[in-house]
């Protein structure tokens, strides 16, 4: 049975379906959250602090901007990992039918989500980014973020389960950034740069990555 093939605004529902559901909070909620703070024994002649007494410094009550937007403002600072695999076909790869690329399927195996969004950046850097109109790729071959996330499924990395949760991370992280709208009205908002389609995607892959996905 064939596979079917989904369009960019397809992907966006199924990944905002599954973004609102109980299940997907579960997975988010408490990721930014680090282990405890080790506990440094007190220096020779200080006091022991009493049972009553905090055996950490509060030091959140030192901040000027809360923990969580720290968070956020680190993970958008930070690139993604380069993903492994094979490198993309060239110029003319990226105007081709993606069922040209179909043999690039052949025996790979599921890759994480924050690894499936590195290639979809790969893809956005490569053979560019496109924000109207909202399709799969223009004449050029450029894609839009929902596209770049199809195509890196097209060329081989990630299953369609993948993909959608690789787009959850995605609302996620634009959620964080207090877009309450899906990614496809997002790409094409007047303004829409290439650059600010590249920070999502490394802010929502290093997301991923770091709560385990």
Not at 7 to 30: K, M
Not at 111 to 120: I, T
Not at 194 to 207: N, Q
Request: proline share 8%.
């Amino acid at each position: 049975m064939a596979t079917p093939v989904l369009t960019p605004d397809q992907l966006d529902a199924q990944a905002s379906r599954l973004y609102g559901t109980g299940a997907w909070r579960e997975i988010v909620s408490g990721w930014e959250h680090t282990a405890p703070e080790p506990v440094a024994s007190p220096l020779p002649g200080e006091d022991r602090p009493s049972s009553g007494q905090d055996r950490t410094a509060d030091w959140r009550s030192l901040l000027s901007v809360p923990v969580e937007q720290l968070i956020d403002d680190s993970l958008r600072a930070l690139l993604a990992a380069p993903p492994p695999g094979r490198p993309l076909p060239g110029r003319l790869g990226a105007v081709l039918p993606d069922r040209v690329h179909a043999w690039r399927r052949v025996g790979q195996a599921d890759v994480r989500p924050s690894v499936h969004l590195g290639h979809a950046r790969q893809i956005l850097a490569e053979w560019g980014w496109q924000n109207t109109p909202y399709r799969l790729r223009n004449a050029r071959g450029a894609r839009c973020v929902c596209g770049a996330l199809l195509t890196a499924h097209r060329l081989g990395y990630g299953s369609t389960a993948t993909v959608d949760r690789a787009g959850a991370w995605l609302i996620t992280e634009l959620r964080s950034q207090g877009w309450a709208g899906l990614i496809g009205p997002w790409n094409r908002a007047p303004g829409r740069t290439a650059a600010d389609a590249l920070a999502l995607v490394d802010a929502a892959a290093r997301r991923a990555a770091l709560a385990g996905h």
